[in-house]
């Protein structure tokens, strides 16, 4: 993986789709530009090693608040990795500064590095729309695009496309997709439906399935069970389990319980600083 960049990160290595993915974050003379596959992508294909997201050093501010503190952190492949703290600690903070969405904030501010797999998602050049579809999220209220059908919401991605995405290519993603959620069985029927009409479980899983469209590595997750009932929470917990074969998942969540039954590896976060980290079995049972 060494000396690859980000930007031609899809195109050496040999994983499900990976023929169709070639130059997928391309540098053009006006600029840097995003292009995703033309081709379907195999995102319910078999395990495939996940990326690895280190932060060194990182310091984020909104405006004069230092809201998180010189954190250093290696986020492991194929595994759930869980952000926890109090209130306000600065979890969200962190997690929104992974894939670049922490310089949306008018007046916020990052130091340090965040590398994918070695390459500085924040270097010189770097597109940060194609660093969000590297590194996708899903957020704690589900968010699907309400005026949307289930289907356009799960192409949505592909729609972003410089390059042409044929129906039956869209057909076979949305369907991939919504089966790797979980979802397929439930909207099969309804896919022109609006988005907005599913349950509050459904469009979670909607959201997931449009972020797993774009064949991500890494995927974030804020709280996604906070908006849910036990048995929604139960299917995403599931469903975490089964996608860290194939992808990183980093998830904020209040919940020890459920920090303790998804993840591998904790981050204890407090008053932006992150004071504890590694195995959730060590992490919890610590005195
Ligand atoms: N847009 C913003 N502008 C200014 N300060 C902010 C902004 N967003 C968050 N903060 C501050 O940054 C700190 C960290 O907030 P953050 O949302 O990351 O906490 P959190 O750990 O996710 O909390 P919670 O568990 O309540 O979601 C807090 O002090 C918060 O008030
Ligand atoms: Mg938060």
């Known amino acids: 993986m060494e000396g690859r960049k980000l930007k031609d990160m899809f195109g050496t290595e040999s994983k ?4 169709a993915e070639e130059g997928r974050i391309k540098m053009s003379q006006a600029g840097p530009v995003t292009e995703t596959s033309s081709q379907p992508q195999d995102v319910a294909a078999s395990a495939r090693r996940a990326k690895t997201l280190e932060a060194k ?14 954190v250093n952190m290696t986020i492991e492949p ?38 994918l797999d070695g390459e500085d998602v ?3 050049g770097v597109d940060p729309v194609a660093v969000r579809s590297l590194i996708g999220m899903v957020f704690q209220q589900p968010n699907p695009f309400p005026t949307m059908s289930i289907y356009d ?9 410089a390059r042409k995405t044929s129906k039956s290519q869209k057909d076979e993603v949305v369907e991939r997709s919504l089966r790797g959620a979980h979802l397929w069985d439930e909207v099969k029927d309804r ?26 590595e890494v995927i974030l997750m804020d709280e996604p069970c906070s908006a849910l009932d036990p048995i929604a929470t139960a299917r995403i917990e599931s469903l975490m389990d089964e996608l860290k074969q194939n992808y990183c998942i980093v998830i904020v969540t209040h919940s020890m319980q459920q920090a303790a039954r998804v993840s591998q590896l904790t981050a204890f976060f ?18």
């Not at 050093?57 to 010189?70: C, K, M, S, W």
């Not at 919401?153 to 729609?159: T, W």
């Not at 896919?191 to 991500?216: F, H, K, M, T, Y």
């Open 57 to 70: 050093e990182v310091n984020l501010y909104y405006g004069d608040f230092h809201a998180v503190e010189n």
């Open 16 to 19: 499900p789709g990976a023929e």
């Open 191 to 216: 896919l022109q439906r609006p988005g907005s009409g599913l349950s509050g479980g459904q469009q979670q899983r909607l959201c997931i399935a449009r972020a797993i469209s774009v064949n991500p």
């Open 153 to 161: 919401n799960v192409a949505a991605g592909l729609n972003f496309n």
């Open 270 to 287: 407090h008053m932006g600083f992150l004071v504890e980290e590694g195995d959730t079995t060590d992490v919890f049972t610590a005195r």
């Open 122 to 124: 924040y270097a010189n």
């Open 78 to 115: 194929n595994k759930v990795t869980a952000l926890i703290g109090s209130s306000g600690c600065g979890k969200t903070t962190f997690l929104r500064s992974l894939n670049r969405m922490h310089e949306l904030t008018p007046g916020a501010t990052v130091k340090g590095s965040i590398k």
